[in-house]
């Protein structure tokens, strides 16, 4: 029960934005006297959720229900004792 708990929050966070970064440097492989000996660069990618055709909430739902029924299997069978 606490995997599908987990996938309803890892589900939820889809629809959550996201920062990634990455970066290089290194030496030129060629020198000349217009380039610098030395070379470094930095980028980072925003990733907001807008225009997904209400995959992430669709899937989300899904992951809830599945929670949901779990949790309701559990207590049924708790309370009749199969589960001690």
Do not use: C
Not at 5 to 31: C, Q
């Amino acid at each position: 029960m606490s995997s599908a708990k987990s996938y309803a929050t890892a589900e939820r966070d889809l629809s959550l934005p996201t920062i990634s970064a990455v970066g290089a440097a290194g030496l030129t492989p060629v020198h000349q006297a217009e380039l610098a000996p030395r070379y470094a660069a930095a980028g980072f990618n925003v990733n907001i959720p807008l225009f997904n055709g209400h995959l992430y909430s669709a899937v989300r739902s899904e992951a809830n229900a599945r929670y949901d029924y779990l949790k309701e299997l559990a207590m049924l069978a708790y309370e009749t004792g199969q589960i001690r």
